[in-house]
C-alpha cells in the first residue's frame, strides 16, 4: 500500500529565510508525486509534480522539489520565503490506480 | 471560469438529517473524486468515479453515496448525518491520463480540487 510521511507537523521560518518541507513515501513502483498548499480556508492548490525525467522540479511561487529515489523523498524548498507562504503544505503519492495517498501536511507558520 | 466548484460552501445540520453536497468540474476531464479533509487536516480519499463509473470506493459507511449523473458532475448524498461526519469535503478532477514513454497510458494525472464543503454536524 502507498503511504507518505511528512516528519514535521510545523515549522516556523522568518521571512526571507529559507524553507525545507520533508517528505517521504512508500510505493511499490514508480511514484508520481506532487505537492499541494493549503491557505487557511481554500481548497487545495498544486504546488508542482513529479511524473518523471529531471529530478528537480520547479514549480509555482518559487518553489522546487528533489525526488530521491534511494531515499523515497520528495522534499520541497524555497529559498526565501513571503509572509503569504504560511499554510499547510501537503505531499502526495499517486500511481497507476489514481489513488492519491496524502501525508498529514506540514502547517507553515512566517515571522516577520 | 471556476474549474471545479462545490456547493454549498457551508453546511450546518442537526444529526440524522440526509444532505447532499454537489460538485461540478468545466476542465473535461474524465475522473472526478471525493475526499474527506478531518479535524487534524488529513486528507483521505472516499470515492471516485471515471466516465460515470465507480472506480475506488475505500472503506466509507454505506450512509455516503456517490452519484454521477454525467462526466462533469460528482454528487455526495449523506445519509442520517452523524457527529463524526463534521469534516471539509473535497471535490477534484482528473483528466484520464497521457501517453507516455511507449505509448503507456499515465493515468495518474494531477488532480484539481475544489474549495471545499464545510460540514458541521450538531
Known amino acids: 500500500a502507498q503511504s507518505v510521511t511528512q516528519p514535521d507537523i510545523h515549522i516556523t521560518v522568518s521571512e526571507g529565510a529559507s524553507l525545507e518541507l520533508r517528505c517521504n513515501y512508500s510505493?511499490?513502483?514508480?511514484?508520481?508525486l506532487f505537492w499541494y498548499v493549503q491557505s487557511p480556508g481554500q481548497g487545495l492548490q498544486l504546488l508542482l509534480k513529479?511524473?518523471?525525467?529531471?529530478?528537480l522540479v520547479q514549480g509555482i511561487k518559487g518553489f522546487e522539489a528533489e525526488f530521491k529515489r534511494s531515499q523515497s523523498s520528495f522534499n520541497l524548498r524555497k529559498p526565501s520565503v513571503h509572509w503569504s507562504d504560511a499554510a499547510e503544505y501537503f505531499c502526495?503519492?499517486?500511481?497507476?490506480?489514481?489513488?492519491?495517498?496524502f501525508g498529514a501536511g506540514t502547517t507553515v507558520t512566517v515571522r516577520a | 471560469d471556476t474549474a471545479v466548484s462545490q456547493t454549498p460552501k457551508y453546511l450546518v445540520t442537526q444529526m440524522g438529517n440526509d444532505k447532499s453536497i454537489k460538485c461540478e468540474q468545466n476542465?473535461?476531464?474524465?475522473?472526478m473524486y471525493w475526499y474527506k479533509q478531518d479535524s487534524k487536516k488529513f486528507l483521505k480519499i472516499m470515492f471516485s468515479?471515471?466516465?460515470?463509473?465507480?472506480?475506488i470506493n475505500e472503506t466509507v459507511p454505506n450512509r455516503f453515496s456517490p452519484k454521477s449523473p454525467d462526466k462533469a458532475h460528482l454528487n455526495l448524498h449523506i445519509n442520517s448525518l452523524e457527529l463524526g461526519d463534521s469534516a471539509v469535503y473535497f471535490c477534484?478532477?482528473?483528466?484520464?491520463?497521457?501517453?507516455?514513454?511507449?505509448?503507456?497510458?499515465?493515468?495518474?494525472?494531477?488532480?484539481?480540487f475544489g474549495p471545499g464543503t464545510r460540514l458541521l454536524v450538531l
Open positions: 477534484a478532477s482528473s483528466d484520464d491520463g497521457r501517453v507516455g514513454w511507449r505509448g503507456r497510458k499515465i493515468p495518474q494525472e494531477t488532480q484539481y
Open positions: 510505493y511499490g513502483a514508480t511514484p508520481y
Open positions: 513529479y511524473f518523471s525525467g529531471d529530478t
Open positions: 502526495a503519492v499517486g500511481g497507476i490506480d489514481y489513488k492519491l495517498s
Open positions: 476542465l473535461g476531464h474524465d475522473t
Open positions: 468515479y471515471n466516465n460515470k463509473e465507480l472506480i
